[in-house]
T-cell receptor
Framework: EPEVTQTPSHQVTQMGQEVILRCVPI?????FYWYRQILGQKVEFLVS????????KSEIFDDQFSVERPDGSNFTLKIRSTKLEDSAMYFC?????????????FGPGTRLTVL | EDQVTQSPEALRLQEGESSSLNCSYT??????LFWYRQDPGKGPEFLFT???AGEEKEKERLKATLTKKESFLHITAPKPEDSATYLC????????FGQGTRLTINP
């Protein structure tokens, strides 16, 4: 069964460093998302991406964040200068298009620890 | 703004003891209500999508129902492997999640 994959599973970085989180969505899906979950809190929407551009972003997704689909299979989230409060699980999700394809399928997540 | 509230926060049952989890929502227009299962340290795993009041969906020991203001996830004769956090979310592209219900099934 097709699934969303994410790398790395765990990333440790120093405050102020740049990190890139990588995702391979389900092939033939057209909508891509990033969410985050701070330990013990709700899953929060960060950004949605369709047709090579951001379609919606949350207040959390400020200028320190960017997303890219560099090729036909990968979808990345970059944090330019990490802060302690960026420590969280980051989930990538993908969704098909067309009738009956409203479901978002999530990857296993990347645990980001900022020291 | 869409809001989702789940109750209870935590529920502990004996194996075989049926119960229900609640998800109350406030939306300007329901585009879909989603149930996910999340194991510790893992990503949300899709269970059900519901679109309109009166709709029901079933999978093994789980059944999800929907009214105009809330959804229930009924679990019948649960087993220890059903222990997880169950998440409810609403939305179309931007999903708004509830806090989740942490379900523990004791053998």
């Amino acid at each position: 069964e097709p699934e969303v994959t994410q790398t790395p599973s765990h990333q440790v970085t120093q405050m102020g460093q740049e990190v890139i989180l990588r995702c391979v969505p389900i092939s033939n899906h057209l909508y891509f998302y990033w969410y985050r979950q701070i330990l013990g809190q709700k899953v929060e929407f960060l950004v949605s991406f369709y047709n090579n551009e951001i379609s919606e972003k949350s207040e959390i997704f400020d200028d320190q964040f960017s997303v890219e689909r560099p090729d036909g299979s990968n979808f990345t989230l970059k944090i330019r200068s990490t802060k302690l409060e960026d420590s969280a699980m980051y989930f990538c999700a993908s969704q098909g298009s067309g009738r009956g394809t409203d479901t978002q399928y999530f990857g296993p997540g990347t645990r980001l620890t900022v020291l | 703004e869409d809001q989702v509230t789940q109750s209870p926060e935590a529920l502990r049952l004996q194996e075989g003891e049926s119960s229900s989890l609640n998800c109350s929502y406030t939306v300007s227009g329901l585009r879909g209500l989603f149930w996910y299962r999340q194991d510790p340290g893992k990503g949300p795993e899709f269970l059900f999508t519901l679109y309109s009041a009166g709709e029901e969906k079933e999978k093994e020991r789980l059944k999800a129902t929907l009214t105009k203001k809330e959804s229930f996830l009924h679990i019948t004769a649960p087993k220890p492997e059903d222990s997880a956090t169950y998440l409810c979310a609403v939305g179309a592209q931007k999903l708004v999640f509830g806090q989740g219900t942490r379900l523990t099934i004791n053998p």
